[in-house]
């Protein structure tokens, strides 16, 4: 059986703290991976882009990952998608998860720690912190960077002012009114939108600031000006990735020149070594981040009994069967020690049972009249009776369909509803 995760059920298994701690522990130990991870963007010919990130590896886990995403700017949410959890042992697929929740938590706490790691520490008291764009990744953002240290005022600024003033309500936070006037007061600045204009140029920032900004993850997108990212002690997350599609892919800025996340945490880079440098962090997003939160969530579900399930196997084409969505349960694998059924003791779906029956009936009813039809005319019968069988076990679906759409156990995948009030607009989100 899949494990079925959707936006509440890891909201519920997964917290900050444990998120971070994995995080980082990947950090360290991602580049041991032998197959290094691609990050596929395509166009379309629609108002958004197809993404898929793959495969999710990391060194001492017997899984990877596979996402896929649209992504539409103009929509709500702006983001949707699915991401699979495969078991590196069989293959089997262990959980079916919902994107825009991994991609947010992730995105989120991952730009956290990279914003901890080269930021000034600042007064005791913590400095102040700017958030441009109130999207979903900005509050990851923001909630992991409270775990990590001590943070002082919050402000926010959103072309949308109900979703500047939801973010504000939710992390007691300050409103204003552009991005200039965020950067003015804040010694830590969040960006978190779809921009493909800078929002913020080196005039606008001052000595000792950091900026952590979550538009490198497509060409095209870009918030901050090149004159800033040129001046800032840059970081991003993997080389390849950000000289491909990312922040260097614009700078001009050669790679070797630019330390990664992993750099600052290993040593291997001192990073910031004076409070009057400006730091920038640029991540791409990487698929091993999507393991390392989805693999959290698959053993959590497993801690508690399991969740939701899916089981996509023995659906015969032509034969009207679905998908069955059960209760309780998880992915029957090596991972697993739960017995597979066998296929008298899978359940039949009500169209098959119904058709199965009609067959018997007009080939069993009557012998001696059916030895006395002709080879053709048997088969007229039988598929006669599977038509009606056909027709009864639909109705009957329909009429429980009706009765039953919100019946317990029956579980949807929902992607991003409800993060951060409307998605669309140019700061509805980011991230990979």
């Known amino acids: ?71 539409f700017p103009g929509a709500r949410p702006a983001l949707r998608g699915v991401v699979c959890l495969f078991s590196g042992v069989d293959g089997a697929l262990l959980a079916l998860l919902d994107s825009a929740t991994v991609t947010a938590w992730r995105t989120g706490l991952a730009a956290a720690l990279g914003t901890h790691l080269p930021a000034s520490p600042g007064p005791s008291s913590g400095a102040t912190v700017g958030v441009i764009g109130a999207s979903v990744q900005a509050d990851l953002m923001v909630r992991g960077l409270r775990t990590l240290r001590p943070c002082g005022p919050l402000l926010v600024h959103d072309l949308d002012p109900e979703r500047a003033a939801a973010f504000a309500a939710r992390h007691d936070a300050r409103v204003v009114t552009s991005p200039q006037a965020v950067a003015a007061e804040a010694g830590i600045v969040l960006l978190a939108t779809w921009s493909r204009t800078p929002l913020l140029h080196l005039a606008d920032t001052r000595p000792g600031q950091h900026l952590t900004t979550l538009s490198a993850d497509e060409p095209g997108k870009r918030e901050l000006a090149a004159d800033l990212l040129d001046a800032a002690l840059l970081v991003v997350d993997d080389h390849e990735l950000a000289a491909a599609t990312g922040t260097l892919a614009t700078t001009g800025l050669a790679d070797t020149a630019v330390p990664t996340l992993t750099d600052l945490l290993t040593g291997a880079h001192p990073g910031r070594t004076s409070p009057d440098t400006r730091t920038a962090y640029a991540p791409v997003g990487l698929p091993w981040q999507d393991l390392a939160l989805s693999w959290l969530a698959h053993e959590r579900a497993r ?27 998880r992915s029957a694998s090596r991972h697993d020690g739960r017995r597979r059924m066998s296929s008298t003791e899978r359940p039949v779906p ?83």
Request: contains cysteine; proline residues 7%.
């Open 1 to 71: 059986m899949t494990l079925l995760l959707t936006r509440n059920d890891l909201e519920t298994l997964l917290d900050p703290a444990d998120c971070l701690a994995a995080l980082r522990g990947a950090f360290r130990t991602a580049g041991a991976s032998p197959v290094p991870g691609q990050h596929v963007v395509t166009g379309l010919p629609f108002p958004g882009t197809a993404t898929a990130l793959l495969p999710g590896l990391l060194p001492g886990v017997e899984a990877y990952t596979v996402k896929v995403n649209a992504k």
């Open 350 to 432: 009500p169209r098959m049972a119904a058709a199965r029956q009609a067959t018997a009936e007009a080939s069993g009813g009557n012998r001696g009249e059916q030895h006395r039809l002709g080879h053709g005319h048997r088969l007229a019968a039988q598929r006669a009776g599977a038509r009606k069988g056909n027709e009864e076990a639909a109705a009957g679906e329909r009429a429980a369909a009706t009765c039953c759409a919100h019946r317990p156990g029956r579980r949807t995948l929902v992607s991003g509803r409800g993060h951060s009030g409307p998605g669309g607009g140019a700061y509805a989100g980011a991230g990979a």
């Open 303 to 329: 801690e508690r009994g399991g969740g939701p399930g899916l089981r996509l196997s023995g659906v015969t084409s032509g034969c009207g069967g679905t998908p069955e969505v059960r209760g309780p349960g």
